[in-house]
Every structure is written in C-alpha cells, then in structure tokens.
C-alpha cells in the first residue's frame, strides 16, 4: 500500500547498488551474530573506555536526522517554494537515519533482548528514556508526513487537513531528538568534555550543517542519476544553511577549546590534549581531529565566499568537507575523548575492532538501503524527474 | 470468598497499624550503611589482599587477565588516582589505597539507569537487578568513580572457584560492589570488612550517633572522594 512495488524495478546500475548494499549488510549481520554470541569483547570498547563507535555513529546520525527540519521549516512555515521537491527528500532522510540511530544502540546493549524493559519500567528521570520516546515518535512523525504527501501527490488530491499540525509538530520534535540526545550526556558529573551548557547548541549547529551538506549531495547525486538537475535555487539556499550552521558550529568549538585552556583547570583540559595533542604519549586521535579542523577550515572558506558557494562542483567539495569534518568531531571524537583520561586518571586507548567496524558499515548500508528504497518510490511517482515543480503538493503549504 | 463488614474493618485497621509500625520503624532506626577505610591502618600491610580475595570468592567476580575486559568490585589504585590529587611533595600521593562503590546518597547511576536495574536501597546501599540490566552501560559513563565493570564476555570460564550460595553473571550486564547485602541480612559483615587483618575497613550503621563508625568520622579526619560533584559518597577515608 505504501508504493514499495516502485521499489522493486529498476536499472542494472540500480540493482548491482542494491546487491552492494545487501552484501554489507549481510557481513554486518554476520558480525553481529558474532558480537551475540561472544558478547562485546569482539569490540574494542573496554572498562575504561565503555562507549565507543556505536554510540558516536548514534550521536552523529540523530543530528543528520534532526536537520531535516531545516528543509520542512522553510518550505512550510515560510512558503519558500524552492524546497517543495526536496522536503521529501529531507524526511525520507530523517526516516532512514532514524532507524540507523535506533539500530546503533540497539547493537550496542549488552542485553539486546532485554530492550523491551525501558518501555516496561519506564523512568522518566533517565534521559535514555526520553531519547528512546523521542526517536521512535520523530520516526513515525517523519515516515506518515512523507508518505502521506507523497501519495496525495501520486493522486493528485490535495492533502488531508490532519496532516498540517502533524508537520508543524514534527519541526519543535526534530529539535528535541537533539536536544535531548545532548542531554543524555551533558548531564553526567565526572565527564568534564561532556558537562558544558553549550553541548545541545552544538549538537544542534553542527546537525544543521552535516546533514543539509548531506542532503545537498543527494540532491546533486539523484539529479545526475536521473538526469533531472534540482532546482538551483534550492541548492544555493540550502548551502546558505550550511553556510551559517557550519560558522557557528566552529564558534562554539572554539569557545569550548578557549574556556577549557585558558581556565587551565586540568580536567577540562585532558581530554581536549588527548584529541588534540595526544596524552600520556597516546595520541590516537589526533590526526582525525586534525583532519577534521583542517576541513572544517577549508570548508568555511568555499562557503563564506558566495561566488565559491555558488559555484556547483565547489559546493559540492565544501559540502564533502562539512559532512566528513563533522562526522569525524562527533562520530568518533565527542564521544570517545569524553572517557579519557578515566575517572581514575588512567588513559585507555580505544580502536574500534574489525567486527565493530563491519557492524557499524552494515548499518550504515541498512540506512542508505532504506534511503535508496525510499527516495526510488518519491522517483517513480514523480515520473523519473524528483525536480520537476509540482503544484499538488504546494497545496500543503497553504 | 466472603468478607463480613466486620472483618473488613478488623483487617483495615490492621493493615492500617502495619503500615504505620513500618514507617515508624524506619523513622526511628533507619540504617545508613557505611564504611571508613583507614589509610594508614591498610597501609601496615601494603601487599595485602585479603580483602580483594574475600570479596572476589563470595561474589563469584572472574579473575580476567585482560585489564580492559576486568570486572572489579573492590581493587587497589594509588592514593593520586583515587583522590585526583597530584601533591608533588607528599608521600601519600603514590600509596596504594582500597577503592570501591561509594554507594552515593545522591547516585548519578540511579539517575541514569533507564530500566531501574540499579537503585537505592532505602539502607543506602545502591544496589543491582542483573535479570532487569539492558547493559547500555549508561550507568558507567554517569559514575565518576570509575567503580562499575561490564561483562564483555561470559564471566563464568573466569570463575576460579565458584560459591554456589551467590549468583553468577551472564554476559552484557554491568555489576560493583553490594555492600555484601547478601551478608548483612544474615547479620554478618561485609567479606572485605571480615578479611582485612589490620581492622582498616570499618562498616558500620551512619544513621546510629552510638556506632563505632560515627565514633571514627567524629574524632578522625575522614575526606570523600569528588565532594565537589554532589554525590555524598558513603565510604570515607581517613588520611
């Protein structure tokens, strides 16, 4: 009922994708079935270092997720009518990496089978708890709008009435799965890398850069897959976006690196060394968090300029860079660093295993699965073209 | 079943003057387990182990060669690290000192904890439901004493002798310290309090002025660790 028959047809290139995607995912799985059989010593997380990869993919996703109200709030709160075919494409986003946040953390307990008792004894003054709430509800929230639009347009009907305050509902929610997601670790006493106000303004500043720099790149990719260009004034704003998201994101780093230095107090300091400068002689992390400064930097130079962030291939560049940049601070160092040194002062380094690493790419692949799937079906009711303008679906935003 | 008026009233009241005992008894003699490690006491004998061994025996904690997999619930670090002090001139900071759950009055873990798997008991100790723990491992990142320890694997191959009289872990749950809560029930004390042969862990009931331990705090210098993070530890040491 929901159109997955479109996703089942499609050109050689499209199904070698697929069979690639399938693939990953099956040697994820494989591992995973490893990882239950052995328990979580098949990772490199340890006593000292108890969250690792998992969770960080988990943190870095929820903001891609959450940036999809950057495409939402424009187009139905402001009418700006450039967004009316890429609304679609930011939900379907927010769908798949959604599930994928939900599948980091479901392969990250220890008791995966025990899941079901955070519904059973609810404790609303765990923060998992909420995280949980609020993920499952911004999946629904994302999954109804999108195929409900989606079909009223495959119909040509104007969309139902109830479908409006639900959308409004979804742009305040998209702000709370980060929010909240910060909070699960801003609040915790002894990690001092974490224990800063400005982590949830963060967290969000640098959702609202990866993921519309993500959602640039897939506007570019389908359009050159489909031969059907996205419209350049969607791209030209949606790069603003960035623009902004990405200066204020590396605003408030660098507040965080000037109020843990100058203080001088050492326990803020150690885990900013342990990134930037190496700890107790292990420095694991410090070209990763190089590379991310160095592109973050070269990213804010092709997009402060409009004549480089207008041009197309130089959007695209600084856009990779943004994306990677903030994959590296949040999807490997935020989260990392916050165990190091341990509370007993001891410096554990952390390496994700081979295992770990297949997993984490098995749910990557399931996520651009559900991607590919998703944005296959908003292609076949289009007719093949995602851009071409629409006048149905303009009736929502009204 | 039938129930007379009367009887329903009879059981009321019973049930009534039941519930009051109980909150009156808890009201005037609520225990407040604690413990005071004597640092200079534990010190007579700095490579003694006797009370890790009581404990790892009783609690049936594997012995795991690999120290990023070890699962501890009360072990030795240096002086330096348990307190995060670095005094460049006294002795005391490279001294080996017993650390372990400071069951918190204030526990960050039970914040966290989204299953209630782990909660605090109303004697104070923080206690553990290793059948309800989803293993996210949420609780470790909130404990700034580094006292939780997961199992990455089946503990059970690491058991060197295993007590029939506790339960032994599965793997993907996170465990620490009881207090030996399993001992005090049958009135005894805790197995690191019993084995140490200098008398240097002192347990005892906080909430008694009359108890040998409040004696201690009263007339010896006792400090907690971190007090600037709100916790109220409940496990002193004396310097």
Not at chain 1, 78 to 97: C, D, M, N, W
Not at chain 1, 268 to 275: I, T, V
Not at chain 2, 95 to 112: E, G, I, K, S, T
Not at chain 2, 207 to 225: G, Q
């Amino acid at each position: 009922m929901f159109m997955f028959e479109k996703a089942l047809t499609g050109s050689r290139g499209y199904r070698l994708w697929i069979l690639g995607l399938l693939l990953l995912i099956t040697a994820g799985l494989a591992c995973y079935l490893l990882q239950l059989r052995y328990g979580l010593a098949i990772t490199g997380m340890s006593r000292d270092v108890s969250w690792g990869l998992y969770i960080a993919q988990f943190t870095f996703l929820v903001g891609v997720a959450a940036s999809a109200v950057m495409v939402v709030l424009p187009y139905y709160l402001h009418h700006f009518q450039e967004f009316a075919r890429i609304t679609i494409l930011g939900e379907f986003l927010a769908v798949a990496s959604v599930t994928m946040c939900m599948l980091f953390i479901f392969v990250d307990m220890g008791q995966p089978a025990r899941v079901f008792n955070v519904l059973l004894y609810p404790t609303p003054h765990s923060l998992m708890f909420w995280d949980m709430i609020s993920l499952g509800g911004y999946l629904v929230l994302n999954a109804v709008i999108a195929l409900v639009t989606l079909r009223t347009e495959r119909e040509g009907v104007p969309p139902p009435g109830w479908i409006r305050p639900i959308i409004l509902l979804s742009m305040p929610w998209a702000v709370s799965i980060h929010t909240v997601t910060a909070f699960l670790y801003c609040g915790l006493p002894g990690r001092p890398l974490w224990l800063t106000a400005i982590l949830a303004p963060r967290f969000l500043a640098s959702a609202f850069a990866a993921g519309p720099a993500l959602l640039i790149l897939l506007c570019m990719l389908v359009g050159r897959l489909t031969k059907s260009p996205p419209g350049r004034g969607a791209l030209r704003k949606l790069g603003l976006i960035v623009t902004y998201a990405m200066v204020i994101n590396v605003f408030f780093v660098l507040m965080e690196l000037f109020t843990a230095f100058y203080s001088a107090i050492p326990e803020d300091e150690q885990p900013l060394r342990y990134l930037f400068t190496g700890l107790q002689g292990h420095r694991p992390l410090v070209p990763w968090m190089w590379i991310s400064m160095a592109l973050a930097a070269a990213s804010l130079v092709l997009l402060i300029v409009p004549r480089w962030r207008q041009d197309d291939k130089l959007l695209a560049m600084a856009c990779g860079m943004v994306f990677f940049s903030l994959w590296i601070d949040k999807g490997i160092g935020l989260i990392v660093a916050a165990f190091v040194p341990s509370p007993l002062g001891a410096v554990t380094a952390y390496a994700p295993s081979l295992p770990e690493v297949l997993i984490s790419l098995g749910i990557w692949a399931i996520g651009a699965f559900i991607l590919t799937l998703l944005y296959k079906i908003a292609l076949s009711v289009r007719g093949d073209s995602l851009f071409a303008p629409d006048v149905a679906l303009v009736e929502v935003a009204k | 079943m039938s129930l007379t008026r009367q009887s329903f009233l009879r059981l009321s009241g019973l049930s009534f003057v039941a519930a009051c005992a109980r909150k009156l008894r808890s009201a005037v003699a609520p225990a407040r387990w604690g413990m005071v490690v004597d640092v200079a006491q534990c010190l007579k004998q700095p490579n003694c182990t006797k009370c890790i061994a009581a404990c790892n025996q009783a609690h049936n904690i594997p012995s795991i060669p690999d120290p990023r997999r070890e699962v501890r619930w009360i072990w030795k670090d240096s002086f330096q690290h348990g307190f995060g002090i670095e005094d460049d001139y006294a002795q005391i900071s490279a001294a080996p000192l017993m650390l372990l759950c400071n069951h918190c009055d204030n526990p960050p873990c039970v914040r966290v904890c989204p299953t209630q798997a782990t909660w605090k008991r109303e004697d104070g100790i923080v206690a553990m439901d290793w059948h309800r723990c989803i293993g996210c491992r949420y609780c470790m990142a909130a404990c700034p004493y580094g006292s939780r320890s997961f199992n990455w694997m089946d503990p059970r191959p690491y058991i060197r002798t295993v007590n029939p009289e506790f339960p032994t872990r599965t793997k993907g749950v996170v465990e620490k310290c009881n207090l030996c809560s399993e001992r005090l029930v049958a009135g005894q004390p805790p197995a690191c309090v019993e084995a140490c042969p200098e008398k240097a862990l002192v347990f005892g009931n906080l909430a008694d002025p009359h108890s040998a331990i409040r004696e201690l705090l009263r007339t010896r210098r006792a400090v907690r660790r971190k007090p600037e993070l709100g916790t109220r530890p409940q496990v002193f040491y004396i310097v």
